[in-house]
């Protein structure tokens, strides 16, 4: 298994204080060693990072949290494997172009059964499961909206839910998928978020004392959501996911919680 | 006009010489501060390293520097812009997935009239004519070999040679792909390569004193080809190319010179 985090805001934002509490499960708390990446959009692009090895003791891993760079949505995984050797072909997140957009998507559980849905011209490079669902869910949104990214947000976020429940009904199908635009969330098993805004407090990673006051480094009218498969602070509320759901936010909002079976 | 840079080896090796050479041209040498990038295969997939901003001062570019990754194939490119915005998606290289692996392309020149070619299912993120030209070349590549990746890696080149010939017919297109196996080079104007091979000596930068003895770093065994917009180094010999022609290389080694008009 693997753990997921994302954010998605309305002004740009940094991922360190996160990234930084999902890196120490990638090898030092956790058993998350196999790899690791973080996804951070810039407009319709992305800018990664990938390593197949362990994020806990990963010089890039630190110097992105040096460096922070502001972003409005991001992805980020640490990888357990399950299926698919250690390699960075395997690694989370998977970038693909759909409608001159960059699309993003990182994944925790297997897919039983997945190989029996299409891909069309999406062809995984690597040989996971997770990357071979990105590409069905890829070619499966493709065909029905052809003409491009579509007008209508909520006829996108339905599809994008109901993809999710087809392709992941007989497997554990936890995702974070990105389209530049909105950052859809669907859990199987496991995931929460939390939504950041004023007033803002303190908040302490869940396993280190690290700890940001984000009143001081926040104004007013900032909105930040972040979701991960395990909540990644000690002192705030999370919201537990619902088995057979997704949401979708946008510009630190939850916009939809639909259901995805 | 944009620099180029490409290495294509036969054991993994990793870029820092020449692409310390490029980064001095992004902004403190030349005048390319409008982005740099830097693509580093490993396997059938990449990493990748992208920023809109001057590769001289960017932190990021430095630690690439002194944390050197190894690999057999790798593109990179410092940009000045001539159509398109300064942005994360104008940033070459640019990549895609064709044929279930990552395909890389850095251009340096303008193509006129390239919006005439089709480009099928690969849609530009960026509104450079440099991505233009690569969507087109590989919907191009795509229908020509619609089962995958050729089996005969004579009909591929040959067809990377006479699509590069076509698409950049009109305009300055000078460019570098990578498939993950064979690094292609095709000069309309201005492009150099040099095969470093035993017995190895020393090098000095063109626009600095960084010097290498390649002798201390190297097996007797080792190829390595670096293909340039201009030599990077002072006391070395390179083959300059000449206009409408594009180089293969393969471990190393230059496989074909096959027209490209």
Redesign the interface.
């Known amino acids: 298994m693997c753990e997921l985090l994302g954010m998605e805001c309305n002004v740009p934002t940094d991922i360190v204080f996160s990234f930084s509490g999902l890196a120490l499960r990638g090898g030092l708390k956790g058993p998350h060693a196999d790899g690791w990446g973080l996804v951070l959009y810039?407009?319709?692009?992305?800018?990664?990072?990938?390593?197949?090895t362990a994020a806990a003791n990963s010089?890039?891993a630190t110097?992105v949290r040096k460096?922070p760079i502001k972003t409005l949505l991001a992805i980020a995984h640490v990888r357990k494997k399950t299926r698919g050797r250690v390699?960075?072909?395997n690694?989370h997140p998977f970038v693909?172009?759909l409608?001159?957009?960059?699309m993003v998507f990182a994944h925790n559980g297997t897919v039983r059964g997945v190989r029996k849905h299409p891909i069309g011209?999406?062809?995984?490079?690597?040989d996971t499961d997770s990357e071979y669902a990105f590409c069905a869910l890829l070619h499966l949104l493709d065909r029905a909206f052809p003409e491009?990214y579509p007008r209508s947000q909520h006829a996108l976020w339905e599809k994008v839910a109901e993809l999710g429940g087809r392709i992941g009904r007989e497997g554990t199908f936890n995702f974070l998928l990105g389209d530049g635009r909105h950052l859809y969330a669907r859990c199987a098993t496991k995931l929460s978020y939390i939504i950041r805004k004023a007033p803002f407090r303190q908040a302490t990673l869940a396993d280190d004392d690290l700890c940001v006051d984000f009143s001081q480094v926040t104004t007013p009218s900032d909105r930040v959501a972040v979701i991960a498969t395990q909540p990644l602070t000690r002192d705030e509320v999370w919201v537990q996911g619902n088995s057979g759901e997704m949401w979708v936010f946008e510009k630190g909002k939850l916009r939809a919680t639909l259901p995805s079976r």
Chains 1, 2 share one sequence.
Not at 99 to 102: F, L, P, V
């Open positions: 810039e407009g319709k692009a992305v800018r990664s990072f990938l390593e197949p010089p890039l110097f460096n390699s960075l072909e690694t693909r172009e409608w001159g957009r960059h011209r999406f062809r995984p490079i690597g491009g």
